[in-house]
T-cell receptor, first 114, second 114 residues
Framework: AQSVTQLDSQVPVFEEAPVELRCNYSSSVSVYLFWYVQYPNQGLQLLLKYLSGSTLVESINGFEAEFNKSQTSFHLRKPSVHISDTAEYFCAVSEITGFQKLVFGTGTRLLVSP | DTAVSQTPKYLVTQMGNDKSIKCEQNLGHDTMYWYKQDSKKFLKIMFSYNNKELIINETVPNRFSPKSPDKAHLNLHINSLELGDSAVYFC?????????????FGPGTRLTVL
């Protein structure tokens, strides 16, 4: 069965600083990878996903993530964060088995301060 | 228009009671899900329905019974509520059950069992 590890439960950064949120996964079959974001008191929203093709995927608000198969990682990065990026970020994996079953990591709380 | 809606938003009840949470999506999606998010923000899938048929049933106590009267609705009924059922329950939907589909989440229902 697949699993996802997000080692950092909380990442504090200053506004305009770069940030990296780490995600590693484990699976015996091919997978699709996702990052979802949860703003306070809201449901989750898709930030970006890797299905195939270029290993670097980008979101519309400046985040990017790179799929590294050899290291089984899908780290999320942003070169310059804003206060509004403060949220909980979840990495998730779905094994390619015929139907979607998302397995989530435990989440990383990104705290951006002025 | 809200894409995925849940009612109620908050639910406070006594141990032993029976309660239901309703979910509706107006996205025309075929697949719907229920997730449980515990106090540590860990998110775990409970059930998945595709075209009103159950396709994922994780190891959830049989006190939890999902019902899908049509493709746009997936309700969750919980019998004999226990303290450990306290959590935030999220409904989600996706176009279909393909592994790479984006899931759209509702705002969540915070269940507190006293």
């Amino acid at each position: 069965a697949q699993s996802v590890t997000q080692l950092d439960s909380q990442v504090p950064v200053f506004e305009e600083a770069p940030v990296e949120l780490r995600c590693n996964y484990s699976s015996s079959v091919s997978v699709y990878l996702f990052w979802y974001v949860q703003y306070p008191n809201q449901g989750l929203q898709l930030l970006l996903k890797y299905l195939s093709g270029s290993t670097l995927v980008e979101s519309i608000n400046g985040f990017e993530a790179e799929f590294n198969k050899s290291q089984t990682s899908f780290h999320l990065r942003k070169p310059s964060v804003h206060i509004s990026d403060t949220a909980e970020y979840f990495c998730a994996v779905s094994e390619i088995t015929g139907f979607q079953k998302l397995v989530f990591g435990t989440g990383t709380r990104l705290l951006v301060s002025p | 228009d809200t894409a995925v809606s849940q009612t109620p938003k908050y639910l406070v009840t006594q141990m032993g009671n029976d309660k239901s949470i309703k979910c509706e999506q107006n996205l025309g999606h075929d697949t719907m899900y229920w997730y449980k998010q515990d106090s540590k923000k860990f998110l775990k899938i409970m059930f998945s329905y595709n075209n009103k048929e159950l396709i994922i049933n994780e190891t959830v106590p049989n006190r939890f019974s999902p019902k899908s009267p049509d493709k746009a609705h997936l309700n969750l009924h919980i019998n004999s509520l226990e303290l450990g059922d306290s959590a935030v329950y999220f409904c989600a939907s996706s176009q279909d059950q393909r592994e790479g589909d984006t899931q759209y989440f509702g705002p969540g229902t915070r269940l507190t069992v006293l």
